[in-house]
């Protein structure tokens, strides 16, 4: 599960990968008829959505302003409720606390619900060098684990694998455990990972999951789930862990309402998910089931350095998807593309602030600012705004490969001379309209083989838009 | 070490906001105890027809009987329908219950193979037609998850209208509940292929059975 391991500097490489993988480019286009027409349909069908967008960003600007007053009253109240709170200022501190509570719990089984922030921290990795048995229990994660494969998306962590490949996997990893026999039906391979997982939630002596929200008010943390993993997960384990971000803390349970309803709409399309569970503290005296222990990791990582820069809008971000769902990008070139546990949009601005610029690469120019992403954000994050400030920061700090800024500095030196640049540019479009004037595009041009490698060049149909704007605005 | 991070963490943060004062801190605590108003989905119309509606559009199923010593009667009909086992799990808060005397019932936590399982619900959400099942000494939560069949017995008086009336029924009970699972639809997945399966980890059915009469 170590995303870490593909440096974001080969961003190139692995576009061109994603272009020519055709089981992932007919994945992400079964996307547009699924998740992202119910989106369109869940939120057309609420006349209240747009002012929730607003309710939402309100309430997300209000706790992060005051954000040291809500996690310490959100603190105050898992303690009074008999939980734990820790608190990890990186990913390798946020590692040692679970490694430390895992072992002092003689813990040799973890069950693991989904949580991106594990994935952020490569929890699954500390946890299996210390020799114990991490079992992952989203049936997506869960696939992802058998192949040794990071997600590609942050809600749909297997939209770029086959059902043949699932197969297969299965085939390999199940045949022991009572099913040798290779299937490509859906239903069946499910089937088998609620067989084979049934027992691990029983026999697990962890169970840690994720948190989609933190209420101050009660010091709980909230799950939504279709599958009901999570639940089974934090319900059946002698001791829950809770991994979270410091930014996923809202004040009370009004604001939660708001959040929750922005959140299944935006993510799947859905009014509500199969399970929301607001979970608090260990089991209570006389109750038959739940932990006997509860604790919270509340994770920085570069969150709180988020907060006095430019960039505090990103941390109202829910972890919807539905940036990328709507990103021409991430849609033609998949997660993996992005090399970053974080994709699409939304990782693009997220992966500079949590990993550096330099881990970051080329990510904040795969854009090319047409805002679908910021009209689909249920929190309004301004993710074209904040790209191009990351930009402009790389540039400053000279990340921009020499390639690229030579090429800037040629165009910027020929656009500070109106005369030659209306000269060189019309002679251009001639050459190139004439070139292709048979056919109408190009299937490859010399210098942009890699663009024209995964579709065709349009040929100028005739004068530049100078021209053509100075045609329009004469009498 | 977690308290110097703690600190640290806790510092970054002040650093980066503005100073606050007296005031400022009372006005939050204020914030938490009576919080805004915020936008609610508008619906008109009777709360139980709506309740109706939106569970069996989420695929759960529903039934009315009058009162709760009907329950037992009602889901014996879907077992012999179905032909499942009459081994059934029962929050031990429905204990008092007069069930069929053929079952074999378990009043405990759940078992890693359940068929069916009779939980009761606080409340009930018109705006989405989901059940809220909070956690106690009666409730077991694991008995939501664990069987095929889920049978979740709702008393028609607690149908509320938005999502947000349910939190004032929780914050009256004794100790806040460990878990609060609120139920709108059997287990799924779309994690092969973006085909929906149903069920994923948890049940295959929801069965929700309204009960009339005043508890």
Known sequence: MTAHARPPHEFDARVTTGLGDANLQRSLNALKGTFIAARGHAVTALPEFEALRDDGKAIKDHTLANLDFYLQRYEEEVVRRGGQVHWARDAAEACDIVRTICREAGARTVTKGKSMVSEEIALNDALEADGLEVIETDAGEYILQLGREAPSHIV????????????????????????????????ELIAQVRTVLRDKYFKADVGITGANFLVAETGSNIIVTNEGNGDLTSTLARVHIVTTGIEKVIPTLEDL??????????ALGSEITSYTTLSTGPRRSGDLDGPEAYHVVLIDNGRANMLAGHFREMLRCIRCGACMNHCPVYMSVGGHAYGSVYPGPMGAVLTPMINGHEA?????????????CQSVCPVKIPLPDLLRRLRHQQWEKKFVSAKVRWGVGAWAWLATKPRLYKLATGAAMRVLGWAGRDKGAFRSLPLASGWTKGRDMPAPQGPTFQELWARRTRP | MSLSSRDLVLGRIRGALNARGDADVIALKQRISSPPRWTRPAFDGDDVARFVQKAKANLSS?????????VGNAVNAILQFQGTPRDVSIAPGLAHVAWPEHWTVNFGTGRPVEHVAITDATAGIAETGSVVMCSEAGRPGG????????????????IVHHLEDIWPKIRALPVWPRAVN??????????????????AHGPKSLHIIIVEAEQ
């Open chain 2, 62 to 70: 529903v039934e009315f009987v009058a009162t709760l010593a009907d």
């Open chain 1, 360 to 372: 970051a690469g080329e990510l904040p120019h795969a854009c090319t600012l047409n805002g679908r």
């Open chain 1, 257 to 266: 309402s708001v959040m929750l309803r922005l959140l299944a709409r935006s």
């Open chain 1, 156 to 187: 749909m962590p297997t939209v770029h694998k086959t059902t043949d490949q699932i197969a297969d996997l299965f085939q390999k990893h199940h045949g022991e455990l009572g099913f040798p026999d290779r299937t490509t039906d859906a239903a």
């Open chain 2, 182 to 199: 609120i139920i709108s639809a059997p287990s799924r997945t779309a994690d092969v292929a973006q085909i929906v399966v149903r069920p």
């Open chain 2, 143 to 158: 008995l939501n998850f664990l069987p095929e069949l889920h049978v979740a017995v709702l008393h028609k008086a607690d």
